[in-house]
C-alpha cells in the first residue's frame, strides 16, 4: 500500500515563502506522476501543479512565476516552493502520487497566508 506523507506547511506573512515535500512509500515503483492540489474552505480541490516522471511541468496560472514543483526519483519524493505568497493561496494542500495501479492522496497540510 502505497503512502504518501507530507511536510512543510505552516503559517506565513504575506509575500514570504514556504517549501512542501512529500514523500511516498509502498512502491517498489517509482510513481508517473506527483502533484500538488489545494482546497480552501468551501471550495472544491484544485490543480496547483504537477511533475511527470520524465520532467515535465504544468501549474495552475494563478501560481505561475511564483510557485516550482521539483522531484527527486530516488526517493519518490515531490517538492513545492512556493514563493510571494498571497492570502488566496491559503488552503489545504494535498499531494497526489500516481502509478500504473492508480492514484494515491496525502493526508494534506495546511497552508496559511495571513499578516
Known amino acids: 500500500q502505497v503512502q504518501l506523507v507530507e511536510s512543510g506547511g505552516g503559517l506565513v506573512q504575506p509575500g514570504g515563502s514556504l517549501r512542501l515535500s512529500c514523500a511516498a512509500s509502498?512502491?517498489?515503483?517509482?510513481?508517473?506522476?506527483m502533484g500538488w492540489y489545494r482546497q480552501a474552505p468551501g471550495n472544491q480541490r484544485d490543480l496547483v501543479a504537477t511533475?511527470?516522471?520524465?520532467?515535465?511541468?504544468n501549474y495552475a496560472d494563478s501560481v505561475k512565476g511564483r510557485f516550482t514543483i521539483s522531484r527527486d526519483g530516488a526517493k519518490d519524493t515531490v517538492y513545492l516552493q512556493m514563493n510571494s505568497l498571497k492570502p488566496e493561496d491559503t488552503a489545504v494542500y494535498y499531494c497526489?502520487?500516481?502509478?500504473?495501479?492508480?492514484?494515491?492522496w496525502g493526508q494534506g497540510t495546511q497552508v496559511t497566508v495571513s499578516s
Open positions: 509502498g512502491s517498489i515503483f517509482s510513481s508517473n506522476v
Open positions: 511533475i511527470t516522471r520524465g520532467g515535465t511541468t
Open positions: 497526489l502520487a500516481v502509478y500504473s495501479n492508480g492514484g494515491y
